[in-house]
């Protein structure tokens, strides 16, 4: 869009621009940049245009963003143009993704390269190797307190380990994830380390406050995200005498983003990190972007502000990189991350669905499906050109953060359901044969969340131990119905490490004094590299749910149906037990999949007379895609096996 006082000032600042940056050809780059700088001007001017070095802080910007496109390479600057071409490329069904630790997966980043064609041969093309920066020994939070924002951490390798990574899965059409947090640094930062030393300008890239007046004002309505081992939300520093906050650990200071400075400084660490090689960068704890007194200081609106600037900011310099918003907020917030006010995706293209994840655990302890339709019926609609991450289990704990009027709706009360879900995975109701560990809890409000691995969670940990066969057949089947379930949803499928040979609980990080007191540990495994040959003997667990798992990647990469173009309905069957949803082709008449899944340890009926005849099944010739079998039918009824999914066409095998 085109505007006089915007362009008035790009004229004025690209007569200033640094000669190093002008000389270069930047034709693609001015032609982005005109064509963006209306919203980034009115962006950066409603954040920070009461400041007087306003016009010198965006000719900052702009040079950020120029010297970040001429450091970006030939092979990188031609997979901008062809995604600016194909601008729904990331909608495919062809996309499958995993989440792991470099160290725990393989060692270290070399040896993640080296695992490429293990991950190839499951089906996975989108790899997220979660958090590599340089951090301290032992308080890191898992990667995510960073001491250095461009660099490795030497006990996983270096950045050139990163280029080779990024070149391997390039040549092979995978696409390379990695995290940026955005939200705060370690506390033995450099920036932090200026700040303690007295350093005025450093001392303002973080909120720090002399006495506890301010603090104590915003403690008044702030929650606390690890309420046992790090309650309070500031941390009195004795070298710089002064109270800092710290939302998440004691060693994690929250960055200032009322500071243009810490914006732009972290716009160019963003850059840099799209310039090793990323596809898609995770932008981790966006929600807590902008403090306010009186308010949580999450999901405000100038943290919105902030995410629509970088990703203005990215369209000019590296438009083929997406954003993953690490957002896990309540139902009606988690949209917004998208971009509110937007048609298409203007904040971040892709967002953890962690409500249908932790709806999907319920339906797992109820064994019925309940608040998991009532869930997903009142899911925000998402914008058209965004799309969700489906998952069933990551790095973090399971919270349980499902709307109380929809547990209401389902027939529970929300205190009791939720503490029924704690006990239930922790094994401490009846006769569950989870083995999770509670996490987070606090005292104050009797909440807590869940630690613990998939394999675990769901009972396989506890039927391999005590040899329960059939035990272990209904582990596994529960496995691939919840994988099933995000397979087909709608948006990019997301495993964990481990989970596809059915890894159990890892207590080895009790031996470690840094993590013993994080239970989150026990889901992020070493894996045991004997464990994943395990996979290629017939009717082990390992055998099961990897070969089912590739199987079910490879009829997903070629459904249309599956692809996500916000063409999903769900069905009420009125049947609680069952999870039923219809997938269209967007491109092809008449061509839908029909998903069912069975939750409850007995079989279950559909009436296909709940169906009806909308979408023009035939349904003497229901195939199922994944299995290619014909599901058992009696006249209008469908029956389905315990534990059991269908993925439902009469379109043919295809």
């Not at 007194?293 to 000019?316: P, W, Y």
């Not at 509670?438 to 869940?450: H, L, S, Y």
Request: aromatic share 12%.
């Amino acid at each position: 869009m085109y505007e006089q006082v915007s362009h008035a000032l790009l004229n004025r600042i690209l007569d200033r621009i640094k000669p190093g940056i002008a000389k270069h050809d930047l034709r693609h780059f001015y032609t982005r940049l005109g064509g963006n700088f209306y919203a980034i001007h009115s962006l950066f001017q409603q954040l920070y245009g009461h400041r007087e070095d306003f016009e010198t802080l965006m000719l900052r910007l702009v040079e950020v963003m120029a010297a970040q496109y001429l450091a970006r390479d030939d092979e990188l600057l031609a997979l901008d143009a062809a995604r600016e071409n194909d601008h729904n490329w990331f909608l495919s069904q062809e996309w499958v993704g995993m989440a792991l630790y470099a160290d725990g997966f393989a060692r270290d980043l070399k040896g993640v390269t080296q695992g490429v064609p293990y991950l190839q041969e499951l089906g996975v093309n989108m790899v997220h190797v979660m958090p590599i920066l340089e951090c301290p020994q032992g308080a890191s939070d898992g990667g995510y307190a960073v001491s250095n924002f461009r660099n490795v951490d030497p006990r996983v390798g270096t950045l050139a380990d990163v280029g080779e990574l990024s070149a391997s899965l390039r040549r092979r059409g995978m696409l390379l994830t990695l995290d940026v947090v955005v939200n705060h640094t370690s506390d033995e930062h450099e920036w932090a380390a200026k700040a303690r030393a007295g350093e005025r300008k450093y001392q303002d890239y973080y909120y720090t406050f002399p006495n506890r007046d301010i603090p104590d004002m915003f403690e008044e309505t702030l929650p606390e995200i690890f309420p046992e081992t790090s309650p309070g939300n500031f941390t009195w520093d004795e070298a710089m005498q002064r109270w800092v906050m710290t939302v998440f650990n004691s060693y994690q200071w929250d960055l200032n983003y009322s500071n243009p400075s810490v914006f732009i400084e972290m716009l160019d660490i963003v850059l840099f990190w799209a310039n090793r090689g990323a596809d898609i960068l995770r932008l981790d704890a966006v929600a807590f972007l902008w403090k306010k007194i009186g308010t949580t200081s999450q999901n405000e609106r100038e943290a919105h502000l902030i995410l629509q600037l970088m990703k203005d900011c990215m369209q000019v310099t590296c438009p083929g990189v997406l954003f993953i918003a690490e957002a896990i907020v309540a139902p009606v917030e988690v949209t917004k991350y998208f971009g509110e006010d937007a048609i298409v995706a203007k904040e971040c293209e892709i967002a953890y669905n962690a409500t249908f994840m932790a709806l999907l655990w319920d339906a797992v302890a109820t064994k019925n499906a309940k608040l998991l339709n009532i869930g997903v019926a009142s899911q925000p609609l998402k914008l058209d050109r965004a799309t969700w991450l489906n998952y069933v289990r990551c790095h973090d704990d399971i919270g349980l953060g499902f709307d109380d009027a929809d547990i209401v709706r389902a027939g529970y009360q929300p205190y009791a359901h939720r503490r029924f879900l704690v006990d239930w995975f922790t094994g401490a109701y009846g006769d569950s044969p989870a083995r999770g560990q509670p996490f987070g809890r606090n005292d104050k409000t009797g909440d807590a969340r869940i630690s613990g691995s998939l394999a675990s969670l769901v009972g396989l940990e506890t039927a391999i131990g005590s040899g329960d066969l059939e035990h272990i057949d209904e582990a596994v089947r529960v496995i691939l119905l919840l994988h099933s379930m995000i397979m087909a949803y709608g948006g990019i499928p997301l495993l964990y490490y481990g989970d596809e040979i059915g890894t159990v609980n890892d207590c080895t990080y009790l031996q470690d004094e840094a993590k013993s007191r994080d239970n989150r540990w026990m889901h992020r495994p070493r894996i045991q590299w004997a464990d994943v040959e395990k996979r290629r003997q017939h009717g082990t667990p390992q055998q099961r749910i990897f070969d089912g798992l590739r199987k079910m990647i490879g009829v997903r990469k070629t459904t249309a149906a599956f692809a996500d173009f916000n063409n999903r309905e769900l069905i009420d069957t009125g049947n609680d037990h069952l999870f039923v949803f219809v997938r269209t082709n967007p491109e092809r008449f008449n061509d839908h999949v029909l998903v069912v899944g069975n939750f409850d340890a007995n079989p279950q009926s559909l009436d296909l007379k709940d169906i009806g005849t909308r979408w023009g099944f035939d349904y003497g010739r229901l195939r199922d895609l994944y299995s290619g079998e014909s599901p058992a039918q009696f006249k209008d009824q469908l029956v389905i096996p315990p534990y059991r999914f269908y993925w439902l066409s009469d379109q043919g095998t295809r």
